[in-house]
């Protein structure tokens, strides 16, 4: 242990020599040239560095950790004999300094240095575990840019099952901090290996906080952690970014951030935009998410029911771009349901990352075994995409103030609302777009359309349904 109060950092840098649940169906139409060009355009920023870069698994700079530690009192694994050279297996050394560090519930520093591991780490019980870093990092591998600085724990373990126990376990009231995981094996070109969750809390009040998962396949995994924190976390996980589930009190997420800035190799990509999802959640009794974004997946934020149930839960500043099948996709909420608030949200499809594909990109996308209540309040919503919602199911989904555009990508007279089945409410929402703007099927139980802006003339189809109150639209007639 050092009672320490202040670190002296000696980092040497370097330059790299060489560098879901279900199958998801894609789509094979291309999207408007504006959008092209602008996708071509950002993957081209990159993409000739990548191509050459995930040739070989990139090798991290061998360096030595220094043994002063910020934090006072604090147990320092290197006193353990951890040694973050890129070569030492670091599981025992971590793992001795975590048990000590048990006795007190006291914090276990790790400086910077390239740590592996060929096994797991368990967090005990009130212990914390911190790196160097005091914001969440980021690197932006497309241009080399791997790392090389502050704490960075490098799995090894597992390659190839991701049913394995995750790298990291956090126990109650335990928590992870200021680190790097970086799955140095998973090159970025081809189709991703599977691995297990990156870090699994499984207790009451367990936490992650300013943590880049930069490559996981599966990234953190919140199951039985009543009332667990995961917050400022960033980085490009593969299959699952978030997975929440038998949540029995309340769980908070918040800045949590999921961008391809590992890589953009085509490949690897058309995996990740057909079969990953950024966000995946089960039972919960109250979630709390704010200030979330996810880039280049088939599924943004997707809502399921598991053994344990399904969630309801408030949702503020939502975030998805580029997602292939939906943005939002609900197979299940309890009846309380969830309020999603100040979203924006975007689903598009082109030829560049999947080019074979023939998905039909939806903004929202509602189950057809969805009981419970959806409401999404002043959010805006564009594509290219085919709808912006479509929805089944017998629960009642709302559109209070929302912006809508881009939708009927192909000009087939799409709507912009196709509702199948179960209430709907539409109302005061700004329909910018002069196309078909809703469809009612004979299956809506009731609907609700009043006080809309529309651009052109007003086009509400109702093929059946019975109990609809319509009034107070102003459109371009």
């Not at 000696?10 to 279900?22: A, E």
């Not at 997946?297 to 053994?307: K, L």
């Not at 199911?393 to 000009?411: A, H, K, L």
């Amino acid at each position: 242990r050092s009672s320490s109060l202040s670190a002296t950092s000696i980092i040497m840098k370097g330059y790299l020599t060489c560098v879901l649940h279900l199958a998801l169906i894609a789509s094979a139409a291309s999207f408007s040239r504006a959008h092209h060009h602008h996708l071509r355009k950002w993957y081209s920023q990159g993409a000739q560095h990548q191509e050459l870069n995930t040739l070989a698994m990139p090798k991290p700079v061998q360096r030595n950790s220094i043994r002063a530690s910020p934090i006072p009192d604090a147990y320092i694994v290197t006193d353990y004999g951890a040694k973050g050279d890129n070569s030492t297996d670091n599981t025992d050394a971590f793992n001795n300094a975590l048990q000590a560090a048990k006795a007190t519930s006291g914090t276990v520093y790790a400086p910077p240095g390239s740590y592996r591991f060929t096994g797991n780490i368990a967090i005990p019980h009130g212990v914390s575990l911190m790196g160097s870093y005091l914001s969440v990092p980021s690197h932006d591998c497309r241009h080399g840019q791997y790392p090389t600085d502050g704490t960075i724990l490098m799995p090894l373990g597992n390659r190839g099952n991701q049913s394995a126990p995750p790298f990291i376990v956090i126990n109650p009231d335990a928590a992870l901090k200021g680190v790097v995981i970086w799955h140095v094996e998973q090159l970025g070109n081809g189709i991703p290996v599977e691995y297990p969750f990156a870090i699994s809390l499984i207790g009451a009040n367990a936490a992650v906080e300013d943590v880049e998962i930069l490559n996981a396949f599966n990234g953190v995994s919140a199951v039985g952690a009543a009332r667990h924190y995961i917050a400022r976390v960033q980085g490009q996980p593969l299959n699952i970014g978030i997975y929440i589930d038998e949540t029995y009190d309340i769980g908070r997420i918040e800045d949590v951030h999921f961008n391809p800035w590992f890589s953009i190799d085509l490949d690897f990509m058309s995996w990740q935009v057909t079969h990953g999802r950024a966000f995946v959640f089960g039972r919960s009794d109250w979630e709390y998410v704010l200030n979330t974004f996810a880039f280049a997946y088939a599924y943004g934020y997707h809502f399921i029911n598991t053994e344990a149930g399904a969630m309801n839960g408030n949702f503020v500043g939502l975030g998805a771009d580029y997602a292939c099948n939906a943005s939002v996709r609900v197979e299940a909420t309890k009846r309380n349901g969830l309020v999603i608030t100040n979203g924006e949200f975007t689903a598009l499809h082109n030829s560049l990352f999947a080019p074979t594909s023939t998905s039909s990109p939806i903004q929202i996308s509602i189950g057809d075994n969805n009981t419970g209540a959806v409401n999404f309040v002043d959010c805006s919503f564009w594509g290219p995409s085919d709808h912006i919602a479509k929805v089944s199911g017998s629960g009642t989904v709302g559109f209070t103030s929302c912006i809508m555009s881009g939708w009927d990508r192909n000009q087939q007279g799409l709507p912009a609302i196709s509702a199948l089945s179960g209430g709907i409410i539409i109302q005061g929402c700004n329909f910018q777009d002069s196309k078909a703007q809703i469809q009612l099927e004979a299956n809506v139980t009731k609907a609700v359309i009043l006080g809309n802006i529309i651009t052109g003339p007003l086009n509400i189809t109702n093929n059946g349904a019975k109990n609809v109150q319509q009034g107070y639209n102003a459109a371009d007639e």
